[in-house]
């Protein structure tokens, strides 16, 4: 029990420290939370968190480990999750918003919550550096004489755990400065802002190196 413990309570300590170093994630979730309201940044929050879950799976099942033995596969993907982070940071700084958005009914509502969900999403599902990370990541933490494929994937899922609350707690943290935030001269200011850090983060991506 011991052997299992604590690998677990490592991998634990060492991903939660990971969840809460901001990144991509957290800027996307933060400025979804103040544009869009709470709602559509619990939704974004679920996109991202469903695309580590793909990628854990095929970290646990060995699919990931084709980007880590392909460049040119590592490239491609790359080239594409740059692309769109910087797409939608020049969206932002060339097109701040004014205001947040309206409260327009639940058909609205769903409407902007499913294209939250799809941006989360596809944040993750395009940047390949998340499956090498678990490739290169989890392994470090099992134990022997377990299952690897389950013990990988029940790993991964405690990643996806801790980095749901942790991102749910950024979303409730916004809705008390809720006044302040809806301000126009602050909602264009943190559009320009995130646009800024997904550009930033487009670029690095563009110019890492296939491991």
């Known amino acids: 029990m011991t052997d299992i413990l604590l690998p677990l309570l490592a991998f634990t300590a060492a991903a939660a420290v990971l969840t809460i170093t ?4 957290t800027a996307m979730v933060l400025r ?3 544009s869009d309201g709470p709602r559509a940044g619990v939704a974004t929050a679920l996109g991202i968190c469903l695309g580590l879950l793909v990628w854990g799976a095929g970290a646990a099942f ?6 880590a033995a392909s460049a040119l596969a590592f490239t491609v993907l790359k080239w594409l999750g740059a692309a769109y982070l910087v797409y ?12 947040l958005a309206p409260d327009g009914g639940s058909a609205a509502n769903r409407a902007g919550s499913l294209g939250a969900f799809r941006r989360g999403l596809l944040t993750n599902l ?3 550096k998340v499956g090498v990370f678990y490739i290169s990541f989890l392994p ?18 405690v990643h996806v755990a801790l980095s749901l609350i942790w991102l749910c707690l950024l979303v409730a943290l916004t809705v008390p400065l809720a006044r302040v935030l809806s301000r126009p001269a602050v909602v264009r200011g943190l559009d320009r802002l ?10 690095r991506l563009a110019l890492s190196e296939h491991p």
Do not use: K, Y
Request: glycine fraction near 14%; include cysteine.
């Open 22 to 25: 901001p990144g991509a994630d």
């Open 32 to 34: 979804t939370s103040t």
């Open 62 to 67: 060995g699919l990931t480990a084709l980007l």
């Open 88 to 99: 939608l940071g020049v969206r932002l700084l060339l097109r701040p918003r004014s205001a």
């Open 126 to 128: 395009l940047n390949p």
């Open 140 to 157: 470090q933490f099992i134990p022997h004489g377990v299952n690897v494929a389950a013990f990988s994937l029940f790993l991964a899922g």
């Open 194 to 203: 995130t646009g800024c850090v997904f550009v930033g983060f487009g670029l």
